[in-house]
Each structure stands twice: as C-alpha cells, then as structure tokens.
C-alpha cells in the first residue's frame, strides 16, 4: 500500500510539473491567436521612436542599442498586426541624412524634424530596460503616444514581461509589449477619434512689439473695421468649424485659448497642424499692410506685428 501510494504521488507530481515550470519560451511555441485588425474610419499614421536619454544623439542611437532595434521592431509590429498605418523610423532617419535635413545639433529639434519629415499623425516613443535577478529576467517598456503637430499627450502605458529563466531578451521584450500594447492602442484611438471630431486645440497669442504704431482698435490702411475685428473674422473662417475663443483683448494683445483646427487639409487630404495655420494667419496679417513675425511652440502660435 505504501509503495502503491508513494508511485501515485510521484505520477501526479510527474503531470503537474510542467505546468509550473513553463517557460516564455514553451508559451512562444504555442499556437498564436489569429492577428485583430481594427477597422478604422481614419486610421492615423504611427511612427515608433526611440526615447533618447541627456547626451545620447538619436541618429546614433539604434548603433549602440540592440533592445532598441527589436523594441522599435515589435512595437511596429503590434501596430500592423491590429490595422494601424506605421512609419518606419529607421527608414525616414536615414533618408533624412541622406537629404540633409537636419539644421543642428539639438535633440529636440531633431526630433521635430525627423516626425516632421515622416508625415506622421502620431508619434509613440519608446523606452526599455532589462533586468536579471536570481528570481528571473525581465523587461519593462515604457510607451508614450503623442499627437506629432502639437505634442498633444494620447496615451501612456507601461508594459512588465513578468519574470522568466531561460528566455532571451527578445522574448522578454516582445511579452512586455503585448502586454501594454492593446491598451494603449485603444486609449490612443479614442483620443484621436476625438480629435478628428472635434479638432485639435491650439492656443493662439497675437501681440504688438513695442514701438509698433498700429494698435488692435485701429484699421489697417484701406480697411473700415479694426485690426481685431478681422483677425476674427479670418478665425471664424479658417479655424475647424468655426471653433475659437477669445480669452482676453487690449490694445497691443489678443489671447485665443482655444483654437481648433482640423486633423487634415481639406483639400489635399495631408496632415494639417499648427505650422499650416501660422503661416496662412501671417499671409493674411501680412496682405493688411502689417509686418509680422511667427513662432511655433508646441501647441502654441505667437504672432507678432512688429510694423508699421
């Protein structure tokens, strides 16, 4: 009886085991589940880029970081999996040098020329770390979605491969973002569902520069109604429909907090952001008889007459 029991207990360990030992790996094996396509109304195009530390060049950085490269890859192929368009990072990089786009050394302009040259509706940056610990490795990747003309933030999720022995750090890399990836997704989608609604937000700041001589109150030469009449007026006509507010008027300052505009051209179909309707509002300023001059910040468009 005791040697009877003993054979039973060791048969049933013998079955159990393998379900508590299974590996990343054996879970990899497994028959995938058939990839979700997400049909979208518009879809928006997506490029996945690294996130570059302080003293890291992001035109080099895929050289030196091999988690980066298949970071970059996987994230790219999540998204085409469930029906998003991508832009490929490496690809629009290295036409970019080729071209000679980039004016300078500073990161953050050449991160904004980079998603400006892709064409890119949003942008997803990317950030990873892996870990090795006597109770398994792991990685973790850190995923930010933002809207490419403003900077807008969509979405953020962090994404935990869990702890494994054995598995390689692709695989650990690759459960990370499954594991974040649907969630941010959705988030992003709704956001930019919203957007193509509602429009994006900007905030619009028209001011004199001292010693200018035309004030808000005063018409242009040739013209019957005030220069902020008509700047409203241009508003009403070109801002996403007809959407604006004004926070607050004086002579020499207009403030708009709120100023929608679309997602895309009407006419040519192309991406349509804050620059676009910067240099439509100084055309205009500028056919009135005035100089002006244009600065873009983000989501925040600074005009300012600087004569007569």
């Not at 497994?30 to 996130?51: G, K, N």
């Not at 192929?77 to 629009?92: I, L, N, P, Q």
């Not at 056919?287 to 600087?306: C, E, F, Q």
């Given at each position: 009886?005791?040697t009877?029991?003993?054979?039973?207990?060791?048969?049933?360990?013998?079955?159990?085991?393998p379900?508590?030992?299974?590996?990343?790996?054996?879970?990899?094996t497994?028959?995938?589940?058939?990839?979700?396509?997400?049909?979208?109304?518009?879809?928006?195009?997506i490029?996945?880029?690294p996130r570059?530390?302080?003293?890291?060049?992001?035109?080099?950085?895929?050289d030196?970081?091999?988690?980066?490269r298949?970071?970059?890859?996987?994230?790219?192929?999540?998204?085409?999996?469930?029906?998003?368009?991508?832009?490929d990072f490496?690809?629009?990089?290295?036409?970019?040098?080729?071209n000679?786009?980039?004016?300078?050394?500073?990161?953050?302009?050449?991160?904004?020329?980079?998603?400006?040259?892709s064409?890119?509706?949003?942008?997803?940056e990317?950030?990873?770390s892996?870990?090795q610990?006597?109770?398994?490795?792991?990685?973790l990747?850190?995923?930010?979605?933002?809207?490419?003309?403003?900077?807008?933030?969509?979405?953020?999720k962090?994404g935990?491969?869990?702890?494994?022995?054995?598995?390689?750090?692709?695989?650990?890399?690759q459960?990370?973002?499954?594991?974040?990836?649907?969630?941010?997704?959705?988030t992003?989608?709704?956001?930019?569902s919203?957007?193509l609604?509602?429009?994006?937000?900007?905030?619009?700041?028209?001011s004199?520069?001292?010693?200018?001589?035309?004030?808000?109150?005063?018409?242009?030469?040739?013209?019957?109604?005030?220069?902020a009449?008509?700047?409203?007026?241009?508003?009403?006509?070109?801002?996403?429909?007809?959407?604006y507010?004004?926070?607050?008027?004086?002579?020499?300052?207009?403030?708009?907090?709120?100023?929608?505009?679309p997602?895309?051209?009407?006419?040519?179909?192309?991406?349509?952001?804050?620059?676009q309707?910067?240099t439509?509002?100084?055309?205009?300023?500028?056919s009135?008889?005035?100089?002006?001059s244009?600065?873009?910040?983000?989501?925040?468009?600074?005009?300012?007459?600087?004569?007569?």
């Amino acid at each position: 009886m005791m040697t009877r029991s003993w054979c039973t207990l060791a048969a049933l360990l013998l079955v159990a085991q393998p379900l508590v030992t299974e590996s990343l790996e054996a879970q990899a094996t497994a028959a995938p589940a058939a990839p979700t396509r997400t049909t979208l109304p518009v879809q928006p195009r997506i490029m996945v880029i690294p996130r570059a530390k302080e003293g890291q060049d992001l035109r080099t950085l895929l050289d030196k970081e091999l988690s980066l490269r298949i970071g970059l890859s996987k994230v790219k192929e999540a998204f085409d999996r469930r029906g998003f368009s991508t832009v490929d990072f490496v690809a629009r990089l290295k036409a970019a040098n080729e071209n000679g786009l980039f004016t300078g050394d500073n990161q953050s302009d050449i991160k904004e020329q980079i998603i400006q040259f892709s064409g890119a509706d949003i942008f997803v940056e990317i950030e990873l770390s892996t870990t090795q610990s006597e109770q398994g490795n792991s990685s973790l990747v850190i995923l930010g979605a933002y809207e490419a003309s403003t900077g807008t933030s969509l979405a953020n999720k962090i994404g935990n491969s869990g702890k494994f022995f054995g598995a390689s750090e692709e695989q650990l890399i690759q459960r990370a973002i499954e594991n974040s990836a649907d969630e941010l997704l959705n988030t992003m989608q709704a956001k930019f569902s919203a957007m193509l609604e509602e429009g994006r937000s900007i905030l619009l700041d028209v001011s004199l520069k001292t010693g200018a001589r035309t004030t808000f109150d005063d018409p242009p030469k040739g013209q019957d109604r005030s220069l902020a009449e008509l700047i409203e007026d241009w508003l009403s006509d070109n801002a996403f429909r007809n959407s604006y507010h004004l926070q607050g008027i004086t002579k020499v300052r207009m403030l708009f907090d709120d100023v929608r505009l679309p997602l895309r051209d009407a006419k040519t179909g192309r991406s349509y952001g804050t620059n676009q309707f910067g240099t439509g509002l100084a055309a205009y300023m500028r056919s009135l008889g005035l100089t002006v001059s244009r600065d873009v910040k983000g989501n925040t468009l600074l005009i300012t007459v600087t004569a007569p």
